[in-house]
Nanobody
Framework: QVQLVESGGGLVQAGGSLRLSCAAS????????MGWFRQAPGKEREFVSA???????VYADSVKGRFTISRDNAKNTVHLQMNSLKPEDTAVYYC???????????????????WGQGTQVTVSS
């Protein structure tokens, strides 16, 4: 079984920064893709960013140039550095793990098998 625990959310003013972390435990390996998704009230869960075991990264167009995903395989941890935050970034952010080994990490919710409980990010204007 895999467990994912997010941390680092909070309240920040527009233009500010936050760093989210996701600690993974259980049968998840350094070769597996890890992703970040977010869900705002009344909206569907949407892709934010993902990183493969080969450290290939993908980003949603809405966060390119502002967010950076990274991973520390020695600590089974994935980070999402979020800069220049906007009010529209407000959402619950979820970490996810893909049991498949993919060269390019997936962007679809159904490509991920394990999910964390989420961490709230609120950006005030």
């Amino acid at each position: 079984q895999v467990q994912l625990v997010e941390s680092g959310g909070g309240l920040v003013q527009a233009g500010g920064s936050l760093r989210l972390s996701c600690a993974a435990s259980g049968r998840i390996f350094s070769r597996n893709a890890m992703g970040w998704f977010r869900q705002a009230p009344g909206k569907e869960r949407e892709f934010v960013s993902a990183i493969s075991g080969d450290v290939n990264t993908v980003y949603a167009d809405s966060v390119k140039g502002r967010f950076t995903i990274s991973r520390d395989n020695a600590k089974n941890t994935v980070h999402l550095q979020m800069n220049s935050l906007k009010p529209e970034d407000t959402a619950v952010y979820y970490c996810a793990a893909d049991v498949e080994i993919r060269g390019i990490p997936g962007k679809r919710v159904d490509q991920y098998n394990y999910w964390g409980q989420g961490t709230q990010v609120t950006v005030s204007s």
